[in-house]
């Protein structure tokens, strides 16, 4: 079993600063204030103070590419450069309860043109009831700490990456990222993004998870960890954490990103209860 907090299993969500796209799609009229960014156009770019400058983002879609998770299918996607606002916070709490993942200063969703398959999930932590598998779990790892620390890359961090990657991806794209890659999506964030991270009581790091603040929750972007005792499900016991964080904070909801029904790499979020669901009502029970 895969167990990750977020749909980490596709092999083109590798971070990547930019995408193909045939078009604008329109802007979204936003609030924004000062703060800092970081966008995809070269330092010299004459239209890099003008964009500093919009209070509005512009969507594009991407091309079609085949579909990760389902055979037969092609994928599209609606994406948005963060960046492109001074102070991006606020675009991200709207984005984020909307369906919306982050991957570097790209906001993205789901836009297929013939499957809707792809749903966006997240726990509300509030009603959250662990259950006895989940409650068995949290006793058998409570000789690990459990820490938010800031989104800095580390040669530790990067070595964990590795060992998760050729334990679970060998042969994968993000199997042969280098350093600067795992540096670039650790730091490369227009937004509050902090790593959750799980220690022995030696110190050893042995589980992580990318996770980005928004106004009403935390969001799991990417997470990797020590393959080498599976007893311990720490891919599960990370969102377990994530929950407990979220309540400590005051926060309504843990983000999971995308779920598909009959989809065996996407099961585990289903684990979770409540989970709700975005759908054309709005979110709703699972």
């Known amino acids: ?16 600063r930019c995408a193909g796209v045939e078009g ?7 609030p924004s204030g000062p703060g800092q960014s970081s966008g995809l156009e070269p330092p010299d770019d004459p239209g890099m103070a003008e964009r500093r400058e919009r209070t509005s983002l512009l969507f594009y879609r991407s091309l079609l590419h085949p579909c990760p998770y389902l055979p037969g299918r092609f994928e599209r996607r609606v994406l948005t450069d963060l960046a492109d606002l001074p102070d991006p916070t606020p675009a991200f709490g709207h984005l984020t309860s909307a369906g919306f993942r982050r991957s570097l200063s790209i906001a993205y969703r789901p836009v297929c043109p013939t499957c809707t398959a792809c749903v966006p999930v997240r726990i509300p932590v509030g009603r959250f009831q662990p259950s006895t598998t989940q409650r068995r779990l949290v006793r058998r790892n409570a000789d690990l700490s459990v820490a938010l620390e800031a989104s800095i890359a580390t040669d530790e961090q990067y070595a964990l990456f590795q060992h998760y990657q050729a334990s679970r991806h060998a042969g994968g794209d993000m199997a042969t990222m280098a350093m600067s890659d795992y540096r670039s999506m650790v730091e490369d964030s227009p937004v509050d993004t902090a790593l959750l ?4 009581q030696t110190g050893a790091l042995v589980a992580v998870c990318l996770v980005d603040r928004s106004d ?16 311990r499900s720490l891919g599960a016991h990370l969102i377990l954490a994530l929950v407990n964080v979220c309540r400590a904070s005051g926060l309504d909801y843990v983000y999971l990103g995308y779920w598909i029904e009959g989809s065996a790499k996407m099961q585990y979020k289903s684990r979770y209860r409540p989970l709700q669901r975005l759908d054309d009502d709005g979110w709703v029970d699972l």
């Not at 991270?197 to 022995?200: C, S």
């Not at 009403?216 to 007893?231: E, K, N, R, T, W």
């Open 197 to 200: 991270t799980l220690r022995t």
């Open 1 to 16: 079993m895969n167990e990750r907090p977020r749909d980490d299993d596709d092999p083109g969500n590798r971070p990547t």
């Open 24 to 30: 604008t799609d329109g802007s979204l009229s936003l």
């Open 216 to 231: 009403d929750g935390l969001s799991a972007v990417y997470s990797f960890f020590d393959c080498q005792d599976p007893s």
